[in-house]
């Protein structure tokens, strides 16, 4: 039996549930809630690093080291974060001269990057490496005289970033109404980019809509959504049918975290987002035996082990993974951050990387 599988001692008995409130504990229609896990959830390859290169920025150099923007977008890892001497800013009118500023996992246009430069910063660039294939792309098929539908989310900090790195020629679309809309000055040179944590199924049904307006545009030869958000998503559209329910650990701004329950709700299964234990509502799980439970790229263990401590406290009498597939990607982190041994091992200390 895992060490999650086990009923904590102190629990309620089967099928009643014991208010998160603590008052008088009462029966749960319930009887004998088992907890579904998703395979895979929670953190992944961009997210780890960007993390790392905040903390390890932080031992190595000392506090306040500045983030330009949610490192990533979870709150319980910006708190963790901001109490180790983070200082998370918009504005680099806001950074002191000469300190260390690190972009988040989400790029930078490049008037920031320039920016960043021209103040003199030391800069290390938490972009993760599957946003910067996009800018890559961008930047050269934009050399070849390409203009560009971009497919995502306005004002989110990848779209910017990503839009960011041409002066003009990037549209941006965000739904099948939008492809009508837009104006391109030619229509022999065009390339479709996507944010890479939209929803699959969304992404390829506006694909579809340009490639119907503008029949010679170019599509990614790999898809830019992310591994990760592909990974998660296929996992809940598997549970969806074995659940009652379906809880998301992930917070509000977390694109790839929104559309893992907006997925599960437009499969007919009941859906909800928190960002911790403490939002879980006891109702939502009155006359449910099966609860899935899953959590974005960016929402760490440690949450998804309160949420099942939470749940097991409603009545849950067990905890099963599902089969799903194992990620090992790993990305290389920026030069310039190697610690001594010391350091070293309190950097794979952390308690954010900690694994159930
Ligand atoms: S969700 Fe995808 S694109 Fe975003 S950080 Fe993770 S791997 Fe990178």
Redesign the pocket.
Known sequence: MRPEEKRSADGPPLGRSAPLDGSESHEVESMGVNILLAEPRGF????DR?IEIVERALTKFGAPIYVRHEI?HNTYVVNDLKQKGAIFIEDLADVPPGATLVFS?HGVSKAIQQDAQRRGFQIFDAT?P??TKVHVEVAKLNKEGYEFIMIGHKGHPEVEGTMGQLEYGIHLVEDVADVGNISPTQTQLLAVVTQ??LSVDDAAEITAAVKARFPLVRSPKMQDI????QNRQDAVKVMSSQVDILIVVGSPTSS?SNRLAELANKLGTEAYMVDDASELQESWFEGKAKVGLTAG?SAPEILVKQVIDRIKALGAVSVRKMDGIEETIKFPLPKGLKLDAQGELSAGLSKLHQQA
């Open positions: 992944c390859a961009g997210v960007a990533v996992a993760c599957l946003v890479t944590t992310c591994y990760a958000t790839n790229a």
